[in-house]
């Protein structure tokens, strides 16, 4: 078997990785043998049973400097093979250079983009000022909350004594790299409607299904407000307020479906919630409580916070962009030293583990080298081309280089 980054990319493609049964124990000990091969320290933590957090550490010339972090997550959202055009835990390289996998960019290319760039380096003769750790973490498409929630916490994590953390991003479309500086927070939103059962043929107040169909209306109409900014291009999609439904539960099964002639006395629905950091969310229980599940039409709700909207010292979980974040311009200069430009810095639509380092009040970026690439990820037929891949290694080999040897004392 050849042993190139190509190469190396599509074997760690190949372990299954996805929701509901990861295989963490496989590409764990693939990553270690890498980092073995690579000269890197290995350790791995357990802060849950059977969920491993593989942590991979170069040592710097000056330890006592505060470490930059990069942390990718090990899991990977299902797929549906039937809808694939190769099998998604094949790797399959295609003639013109996509490469088809589940996490091909979501986010198993940075995984070992890191390592890459990490062996160029040092092939180069290159030693970090800095302490660089690499993090690779369990259960973030299912909130991290056995993974990098713990970690972010724990006394291995203190003792890290990170400065800065990278974490993944989105593909770019165009030409320019994307970067993120916050993520939206996720809130699992449950509302529940009661109301007198009765016959199908009859007309009366109050039935379940009324009530819930009320509060789906007043949802949707709220959901289309924020649309209309993001339609009108006073704001992108991930600086609103976005409410999707996700399910809806009613009816009395039978054996071929459901009763039809019988209005039933339970009806629920569930929906995903993303705040942007700058959104109040006071105003938004209030709201909930209100207008979308009012005790007044016989409702109940239940909300999942999952995972935190204000940091430690209670300000919203960002991280500047801007020459008063030390980390910016440096990161900023390696994209550029790369021959990289990067757009203007982003909320993030959807939410990563980045957000439980910025609770601990570490800067902390959204960043995938991708440009010129469909967004695929959590779609079909994720594919990420070999020549983004490549490139994407050089990009990091000048981020790592910069960031490392980042002198600023007292950050
Ligand atoms: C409940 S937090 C879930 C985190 C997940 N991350 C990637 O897709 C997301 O849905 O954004
Ligand atoms: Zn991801
Ligand atoms: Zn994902």
Not at 27 to 53: C, D
Not at 167 to 185: C, K, L, N
Not at 258 to 264: G, I, L, R, S, T
């Amino acid at each position: 078997q050849e042993d190139t980054p190509i190469a190396r990319f599509l074997r760690y493609l190949q372990f299954n990785t996805a929701h509901p049964n990861p295989n963490y124990a496989d590409p764990v000990s693939f990553l270690i043998s890498q980092a073995n091969a690579i000269g890197l320290q290995a350790r791995t933590l357990e802060f849950t049973p059977s969920k491993p957090l593989l942590l991979l550490t170069w040592p710097g010339s000056n330890p006592s400097l505060p470490s930059v972090l990069f942390n990718s997550h090990l899991d990977s959202v299902p797929a549906e093979p039937s809808k694939w055009i190769y099998p998604p835990f094949s790797a399959t390289l295609a003639p013109d250079g996509k490469i088809y996998a589940r996490g091909a960019q979501d986010d198993k290319c940075i995984a070992m983009q890191y390592l890459e760039a990490i062996r160029n380096l040092k092939a180069d003769g290159f030693t970090p000022l800095r302490t660089v750790h690499i993090s690779y973490v369990p259960d973030e498409e299912i909130g991290g909350f056995d993974g990098s929630a713990k970690f972010a916490k724990s006394k291995e994590f203190e003792d890290l004594n990170v400065g800065f953390v990278l974490d993944e991003g989105q593909a770019s479309t165009g030409d320019e790299f994307r970067v993120f500086y916050a993520d939206r927070s996720p809130w699992g939103l449950i509302i529940k409607a009661t109301g007198d059962p009765g016959h199908g043929s009859r007309l009366y107040d109050n039935g379940a299904m009324e009530n819930l169909m009320k509060s789906v209306e007043v949802i949707t109409k709220f959901r289309e407000s924020q649309f209309d900014i993001v339609k009108s291009g006073e704001a992108m999609n991930s600086e609103v307020i976005s409410v999707n439904p996700v399910y809806l539960k009613a009816g009395i099964p039978s054996p071929t479906g459901f009763v039809m002639n019988m209005q039933p006395s339970e009806a629920e629905a569930g929906f995903d919630l993303r705040l942007p950091p700058t959104a109040d969310p006071d105003l938004i229980k209030k709201r909930i409580a209100e207008e979308w599940a009012p005790a007044r039409r016989n409702m109940t709700y239940e909300l999942i916070e999952k995972g935190p909207i204000r940091d430690d010292l209670d300000r919203p979980l960002m991280t500047l962009t801007n020459d008063s974040n030390p980390w910016w311009p440096v990161f900023k200069q390696a994209i550029e030293a790369a021959g990289g430009k990067l757009s203007r810095p982003e909320i993030l639509a959807s939410t990563t583990d980045a957000r439980f380092m910025r609770q601990r009040g570490i800067p902390a970026l959204g960043f995938s080298p991708m440009i010129n690439t469909p967004i695929l990820l959590h779609d079909h037929n994720e594919f990420l081309k070999d020549t983004v891949y490549l490139r994407g290694i050089e990009v990091y080999e000048s981020v790592i280089s910069s960031l490392s040897s980042f002198k600023g004392e007292s950050y």
